[in-house]
Nanobody, 117 residues
Framework: QVQLVESGGGLVQAGGSLRLSCAAS????????MGWYRRVPGKERELVAS???????TYGDSVKGRFTISRDNAKNTVSLQMNSLKPEDTALYYC???????????WGQGTQVTVAS
């Protein structure tokens, strides 16, 4: 089992920045990738960014050039630096981990990001 605890989030004005962090514990040796997803009520959850153990990163089209994901394997954390925030970035952001132990996908409790126009 893997446990994920998020921190960060909150309210920010459009154009501002926020940083989200997520700490993993438990069967951390089994993790192959960590990332962030977000969900807006009435819409499907979408990928924001992910990074695998080899350092390969993937970004959702809507955040490319504005958000940066980083992992600290020594501290078992993943962070998301969000710059140039837009009102449409308002969502509940979830930390995610892909692991080789059931149930293979793990999720944090979610942290709210609200961008005011």
């Amino acid at each position: 089992q893997v446990q994920l605890v998020e921190s960060g989030g909150g309210l920010v004005q459009a154009g501002g920045s926020l940083r989200l962090s997520c700490a993993a514990s438990g069967s951390i040796f089994s993790i192959s990738a960590m990332g962030w997803y977000r969900r807006v009520p009435g819409k499907e959850r979408e990928l924001v960014a992910s990074a695998n153990n080899a350092g390969r990163t993937t970004y959702g089209d809507s955040v490319k050039g504005r958000f940066t994901i980083s992992r600290d394997n020594a501290k078992n954390t993943v962070s998301l630096q969000m710059n140039s925030l837009k009102p449409e970035d308002t969502a509940l952001y979830y930390c995610n981990a892909v692991a080789s132990v059931r149930p293979y996908l793990y999720w944090g409790q979610g942290t709210q990001v609200t961008v005011a126009s």
